[in-house]
């Protein structure tokens, strides 16, 4: 199964990708968690990304092509992939069809993840992340002991692209260039809205009925 996740930042796709990926054995694949990994490691896509991630804008599509390609390629994504975050652009989109396309492959659903503007900005500013992965919210979805992780008891931080000015610019992105895509899957009969205004279990719930319908 290939399903991709749409929605703006702080729609809750890491924390839905991490539930569908455990419950339907799917590959999470998230461009935005390879591209901080090429933060940490310093590779030259890290050093260019970083620049366009820390002003909140979307770093340029022949940059994510080649990483999206390999990691498409690998044994594990064979039998089917969720891609969080990816694509974010009608471009990536038409990309990641032409790959689909020459590996005989075809995406099986994209859930869009409907959040209003004000609760994504909550979302948004009460990330907590850990370096293991884990992600966490200080209210909705707060650890069991403030500031440390559940799984690791590493210490959590706060995503320096989750600061006020930085939130502004990539809901704006979004709305500029990702929101299109609605319309490009709809227009495919490929489109599921699924309103993520709800709790964690209660979106989970929804996303589990629609992937076991299909
Ligand atoms: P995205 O990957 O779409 O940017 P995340 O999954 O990281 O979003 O979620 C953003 C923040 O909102 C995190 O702090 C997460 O714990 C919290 N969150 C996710 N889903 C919900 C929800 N349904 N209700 C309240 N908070 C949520
Ligand atoms: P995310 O972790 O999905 O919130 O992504 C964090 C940041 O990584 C985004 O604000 C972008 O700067 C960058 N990014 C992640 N995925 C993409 C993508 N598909 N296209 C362009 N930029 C991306």
Known sequence: MIIILLGPPGAGKGTQ??????KFSLPHISTGDMLRDNIIRNTALGIKAKSYMDKGELVPDDLLLDIIKVRLSEPDCSSG????????????ADA???????TGKE????????????????????????????SYHVLFNPPKKEGICDSCN????????????????????????????????????????????????????????VLEEI
């Not at 990708?17 to 455990?22: C, G, L, R, T, V």
């Not at 990641?96 to 396309?101: E, F, R, T």
């Not at 992105?173 to 964690?200: F, Q, S, V, W």
């Open 154 to 209: 590493g210490e959590l931080y706060q995503r320096n692209d989750d600061t006020p000015e930085t939130v502004k610019n990539r809901l704006a992105a979004y709305k500029k260039l990702t929101e299109p895509l609605i319309d490009y899957y709809n227009k495919k009969a490929l489109l599921h809205t699924i309103d993520g205004g709800k709790d964690i279990p209660g979106i989970f719930g929804d996303i589990a009925k």
């Open 17 to 22: 990708a991490k539930k569908i990926s455990e």
């Open 81 to 92: 992939f969720l891609l969080d975050g990816y694509p974010r652009t009608l471009a990536q």
């Open 107 to 134: 995406i099986d659903v994209v859930l869009n993840i409907h959040v209003d503007d004000e609760e994504l900005i909550n979302r948004l500013s009460g990330r907590r992340m850990c370096s293991c992965g884990a």
């Open 96 to 102: 990641l069809g032409k790959i689909l396309d020459n």
